[in-house]
């Protein structure tokens, strides 16, 4: 790289055909250029964190202000201060039974979702990237492609295939939570199965085939094996389904409607505007604790979260 | 212990034919090396005898039971594979007592199989560490020891020294056929390295194209081989072809190469292929090593010629020249003080009595 960078400095000023204008070489020590490129990395570093920290950093001032305070007239006082702060809303929702409920709800279908998603991702990308069966290639681009279908697209075609089935059963499977546990899947299922192709796939062969020749049978060459060396892909994967489970907005906006049924993102919303009144204060508090469960999941995963999105790519 | 037979061995890939029908015995105790070029169908064959590759046609007999439909894990069988393999998330014991442990065997002797396979290996001191945090050798070695703690019927290897650089090949090597030596187990070997076929082998095996070429002992081949291809496979630098016809002088035979240059044939090798005379275009093959430089004494059946050197390669030991015989490229060994230059010409001599006369359209030694 430095040999190189040196030469297309050096080879304008040699060339013979000097009728053209030029630019002068300027020889720079090749540090000077890595501070710079540092320098600028850094600056934009900085722009980027101040861009996507604001909203945050505002929903948590926000939170801790009275509903006095927030309705205050912006042109008298600071909008980005908080002059009385109080943890009034904090203790509001987490001792308000509703709140709870929509938090659990959360969780239960979060985590359900999440082994669910696993129990059919994993084996299914098992056999399409190892089974060579008739199809398996066609079904795993599939796989892939009922990823790009968005879900906006999707709900009013999943409502009615429900419909039938609920009149078929007589199951009630609307206003229920544990119906987002038959849908979420179709959202996770897709892109965990891709994402677990592609780590499987990077297994060298020989690696099942020795396991085959040492007496292992498929389950176990999957469970003792595959898993273990593709545990940083399938703890990406853990983390997309958990993350896609917990913030799905749309769905459950869809399908379910009591109170008691309704998972945080709706329940919030459902909730606290009343009518055209926005409780704020609350809003902003429910926002900020719902984000806390994704938060804590990544930060104790993040090793093993960076881990998983690079390595596939190189062998290691 | 185990012999291991293949009766007509036929792989297809879709259409193609990787193994074209293929006999082959291998007796107990003995070390079989599958030798040949890059595609020639080795790998194919030892993953059939293996089971990870099923069988086309023909069959394949452990111990005179026919396997051709047992799984892998039946087979009773063990391999090493180029690559090691080696499970990455455990430790050199884990990997070497996997096997034993999915056959729940009791846990005194998982300890004991891997503590005395690790001590054939000399690799007691890594039992706890991970495949990552061991070298090439090591890991070699490693795999080796899975193969061996299972105490198998048959050891199989497909091209397990590729990935070590030179020297430490030459040291595995040598570690291999001590461990041979040592639990004598029947191996089936497969490389593409004709010094590594020669010198593990008690038998090799020269395929090429999906067929067998020959099978022999080292020597054997290296003596005796029956078609071209053999000649030119086994030895390095390989053997010297160079077209010529015979002519039968009074009671004497000669190889004639063009109109200045002609040999007379020893009379062993006279009587040998006096019925061929005349007809027919011909291959004389020559080792290297019987192309050298002319001395004061020379054995009855070595012939002088005048070489015209193109190039020469100081080996230390030899110098390995290399000219043109007729428009042929040749090369022979000389010794270091022969004076040999490049470009210079040196007095030689062709030790007619390991040569070979080849049929330049059947391909075969006559
Ligand atoms: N899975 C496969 N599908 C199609 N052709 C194959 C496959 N594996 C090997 N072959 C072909 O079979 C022939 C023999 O291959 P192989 O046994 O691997 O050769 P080698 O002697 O180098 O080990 C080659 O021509 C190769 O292209
Ligand atoms: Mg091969």
Redesign the interface.
Known sequence: MAVSTTIDKVAPDKTPDKTGPRRPVVYRSLSSDRKWALRWSYFFLVLFCIFFLMPPVYMLITSLKTSAEISADPATTNPWWVYKPTLENYVELLTSSQFLTFFKNSIIVAVSTVIITMLIAIPAAFSLARMKFWGSTTLATGVFLTYLVPDTLLFIPLFKMLATLRDWTGIELFNRWYVLLVIYPTLTVPFCTWIMIGYFASI?K??D????????TWW?TLT??FI??A?PGLIAATIFAFTVSWAQFLYPLAFTTSNDQLVLPVGIISSLIKGDVFNWGQIMTGALLGAAPPLIIYAFLMDYYIAGLTAGATKG | MADVTLRKLVKMYDQVQAVKGIDLEIKDKEFVVLVGPSGCGKSTTLRMIAGLEEISGGQILIDDDVVNDVPPKDRDIAMVFQNYALYPHMTVHENMSFGLRLKKFPKAEIAKRVGEAARILDITELLERKPKALSGGQRQRVAMGRAIVRNPKVFLFDEPLSNLDAKLRVQMRIEIKKVHQTVRTTTVYVTHDQIEAMTLADRVVVMNGGVIEQVGTPQELYHNPRTRFVAAFIGSPSMNFVPCRLESHADQLAVRISNEIAFFMPEQKAARYKKLSGDGQLLLGLRPEHLTDMRQHMEPGCVPFDAQLEVTEPMGMETFVYFKMNGADMCGRVNPNAGALDGGPLKMAADLNNMHLIDAKTGLVL
């Open positions: 060298p020989e690696l085939e020795a396991a085959i020749i040492d007496g292992a176990q003792k094996i273990p060396v545990l």
